[in-house]
């Protein structure tokens, strides 16, 4: 995820609506948090991670999901085959995320990276809060999982490149899931297991 282009704000009751009607299985995902090792987060940083929690929880309830947020990742051991964990980085990251907000490995586990100080360096100037963008990579990138898939969108939650003008409608929740993405959500893998 990237940033870029136009700053303009539209405010659309319709867009609100979009997906929060169809008929949804509710799915649970436990989700972990922890902190690298590899640098210090300031508690500053671990408010801007609780607030973004919500903003996560607030967009996952409009596709059928509950999220219960765990943390410290070691009151996550017993559950670890059946939760997601999420590491937060200050840590310049490698060469192969160059560019990238975070990143999950949907193939692969069930692990997702956030690098910290890009998420805010994004935002920096710009009136959308850190924690709203970061609820935003938060729902993004857990999707990746529940969707076991590494697709993107022409908008919303799941596009690939979040315009400035994507970040204004965050300020305001107003960035949707596209139809499509809710779909994926409820027939992958995390929507139809039996044992969540
Ligand atoms: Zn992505």
Redesign the pocket.
């Known amino acids: ?1 990237f940033s870029s282009a136009l700053f303009r704000i539209a405010v659309s009751g319709f867009v609100l609506t979009v997906g929060a009607c169809a008929a949804k299985t509710q799915i649970r995902v436990a989700v972990c948090l922890s902190y690298a090792h590899d640098s210090y987060l300031n508690p500053d940083a671990h408010m801007d991670v609780e607030e973004a929690t919500l903003t996560a929880s607030q967009i996952f309830k409009r596709a059928g999901v509950t999220v219960n947020w765990r943390t410290p990742a070691s009151a996550c051991l017993a559950h670890q085959s059946r939760a997601i964990t999420i590491t937060f980085s200050a840590a310049e990251p490698s060469a192969e995320h160059k560019e990238a907000l975070a990143y999950a490995l949907p193939f692969e586990g069930n692990h997702i990276v956030v690098f910290y100080s890009r998420v805010k360096a994004a935002v920096s100037g710009d009136r959308c809060p850190v924690p709203k963008l970061m609820g935003y990579v938060l729902a ?2 857990i999707t ?1 999982l529940l969707q076991k898939c ?1 697709c ?1 969108s022409r908008e919303g939650v ?1 596009k ?1 490149h979040w315009s400035r003008h994507d970040y204004s409608q965050m300020v305001y929740s107003l960035l949707q899931w596209a139809p499509e993405d809710i779909d994926l959500i409820q027939t992958g893998p995390w929507g139809t297991r039996k044992d969540k």
Do not use: L, P, Q
Request: charged share 25%; no cysteine.
């Open positions: 995820m993004h990138e990746h590494d993107h799941m690939g």
